[in-house]
């Protein structure tokens, strides 16, 4: 309930203060004002807060906190001295704990109220270290004349701008601790304001940046570059034009990998490739999606969107064969190239557009008989492929997904369509401190 109306305009918004009922994905506190839902940027769940208006609009408004009047149990203080400013996480004001919890919670709304569906089970949700675990991201890179500076990592919260960072604590200590030694490094150069990102990547065994630049380096430039990979211990990489221009100047023969020892299975990678970001929780899921799909040897199991075989790999370790189907060609060449050097010989790979192809023509489609199926596909989910699936009437399948909305409406059409049972379903944490939600699910017949 306000204790005061709002005004006309923005500027001269009053304090108004407010019991938060419930939090969006993106971190903002809900609450309803004269009827009208209000989005309170920096509020939690239970807390009355003093916020200002910030914008109006029709059919909701938004606000900011100014005080926390009575703060929420699961409130902490943010480790980041630039939270609030970077908009790399949001959530960093919320425990752990509390994340968890409140993703979850996303994760079951998303089932019951877009999917009609609920799982039989929740699964105990899977967590890894919640600092210093992401080990891909993209840094933008600027050359303020103004402030005679190179700034180089995420853009404000606000506004399309690089934030000024000292240093980034969920990034890999690789990355996170050394974003100054990047800015010096872009600023000390004679094309600095033609360097507009850098890609970074951390294997198991090292780490790799991939500088963008937008006109030829002097060699110069291309000298003090190499310095710094090989002081710093990274592995250098130039991208002059699109994806396909990438190329390596330091080390001479560089590798990448991550490794899965518990199923004696080591991924190798190249810099611009899709891995997933967060290695430990990486370990955890690939572990928990063979505990729950649970292959038999005698089974041939389907691995769908499967990248550069995550889990294909370990799932091969125990079934009699393994079909992996991934969109990319060069990925699906080096995940037969992986399988090759972990010396597993009972995979089988295709190439293929599992978001829109018609695939009826397709020869996995047709010449196997699937036991089980693995799928886990992009944020748009696995639409075009339901279809299919179901026709293929496999026992079980594990699904893992990184959008709770389109897997409550791919788990809506398995379970009302296609005559599976959602046998249970749960959260990952695989990006800590972000909105960000990673879910598995289990399907029966």
Excluded at 112 to 134: C, M, N, S
Excluded at 353 to 380: C, F, S, V
Excluded at 387 to 415: F, M, N, Q, W
């Amino acid at each position: 309930m306000s204790r005061s109306r709002k005004p006309r305009g923005v500027k001269n918004s009053p304090l108004v203060e407010t019991t938060i009922e419930s939090l969006t994905l993106d971190g903002q506190g809900v609450a309803h004002i004269d009827g009208k839902t209000v989005f309170i940027d920096g509020a939690l769940p239970g807390e009355t807060v003093a916020f200002r208006y910030t914008s109006y609009k029709a059919k909701h408004d938004e606000g900011k906190v100014e005080t926390v009047l009575t703060p929420s149990p699961e409130r902490v203080e943010p480790r980041c001295e630039h939270f609030g400013v970077c908009g790399a996480c949001s959530w960093q004001h919320i425990s752990l704990e509390g994340q968890i919890r409140h993703k979850q919670q996303a994760m079951l709304n998303n089932l019951k109220y877009i999917g009609k569906v609920e799982p039989e089970t929740v699964l105990e949700p899977l967590t890894a270290e919640g600092w210093a675990y992401r080990r891909k991201a993209r840094l933008g890179a600027r050359w303020v004349r103004k402030k005679e500076k190179a700034l180089v990592g995420f853009r404000e919260k606000e506004g399309g701008f690089l934030a000024e960072l000292n240093r980034c604590e969920i990034l890999h200590p690789s990355i996170g601790e050394h974003l100054t030694d990047f800015q010096a490094l872009v600023g000390g150069m004679e094309a600095r304001e033609t360097i507009p990102q850098i890609e970074v990547a951390v294997g198991d065994n090292a780490t790799a940046l991939v500088v963008r630049h937008m006109e030829p380096l002097s060699d110069t430039d291309t000298q003090k570059l190499i310095d710094f990979a090989r002081e710093g211990d990274y592995q250098l990489y130039l991208q002059p034009k699109g994806p396909e221009t990438v190329h390596c100047i330091y080390p001479e023969n560089p590798t990448l990998y991550y490794e899965h020892p518990q199923f004696n299975t080591k991924v190798g990678f190249v810099p611009l490739d899709f891995f997933q970001v967060n290695q430990p929780l990486n370990r955890k899921m690939v572990a928990r999606a063979l505990e729950l799909l649970a292959p038999e040897p005698t089974d041939t199991v389907l691995d769908l969107f499967c990248g550069l075989g995550n889990f294909t790999l370990p799932l091969a370790r125990h079934a009699a064969q393994v079909i992996g189907v991934e969109g990319d060609m060069a990925m699906v060449e080096r995940a037969r190239a992986a399988a090759h050097a972990n010396g597993i010989h009972n995979t089988d790979y295709y190439a293929c557009n599992l978001m829109g192809e018609d695939l009826h023509r397709e020869p996995w489609l047709k010449k196997h008989r699937y036991d089980k199926i693995l799928l886990d596909p992009p944020r748009a989910g696995a639409k075009e492929i339901i279809e299919h699936i179901g026709k293929l009437k496999a026992g079980r399948i594990v699904y893992i997904s990184c959008d709770p909305a389109t897997l409550a409406r791919d788990a809506g059409e398995l379970v009302n369509t296609h005559g599976y049972r959602l046998v249970s379903a749960g959260v990952m944490d695989m990006f800590p401190h972000t909105s960000h939600v990673e879910s598995i699910a289990v399907f029966e017949k």
